[in-house]
């Protein structure tokens, strides 16, 4: 099991993931952040400690204040100096080519997976086998 932190800033979403995961056990330890920016400091506040780092982050893009973009271009910049490899899932509403296209180009980024999850995707995520590129059609 794996530690999972979601950031989203809608609390309807935060709820959907939390019954999903009930039901699919991907992580042991989940946190739900509104807002990137506690996330990353978080992160480098905790760089070296493996144990406090977190497996997975699902991240919205489109956000108040903080977006998903601004996460991803500040996690660029910390993400070499993190002694765990995170997964980032981009999980968005959008399902513009644009915004496939511009998630992709950050080579840390796992998936882009749009709303609203479905159950494959944390089986899928479970078994390592996440290739989504462009939106979900289960």
């Not at 530690?3 to 995961?21: A, C, F, T």
């Not at 204040?65 to 500040?74: E, I, K, T």
């Not at 390592?128 to 939106?135: A, D, E, F, S, Y």
Request: aromatic share 10%; hydrophobic share 40%.
């Amino acid at each position: 099991m794996s530690k999972l932190i979601i950031i989203d800033d809608d609390p309807l979403h935060h709820r959907i993931v939390q019954l999903m995961l009930t039901k699919n056990e991907l992580a042991k330890e989940t946190t739900y952040a509104f807002d990137g920016r506690l996330v990353l400091d978080y992160l480098e506040e905790n760089r070296t400690k493996i144990s406090a780092l977190p497996d997975f982050i699902f991240l919205d893009l489109y956000m108040p204040n903080n977006s998903g973009w601004d996460f991803l271009n500040r996690f660029q910049e910390i993400r070499k100096t993190l002694k765990k490899d995170i997964q980032i899932y981009v999980v968005s509403s959008s399902i513009f080519q644009m915004d496939i296209n511009r998630s992709k180009s950050y080579s840390f980024v796992t998936s882009y997976i749009t709303k609203p999850l479905m159950k494959s995707v944390f089986e899928n995520i479970r078994r390592k086998n996440l290739q989504i590129t462009g939106p979900q059609l289960n």
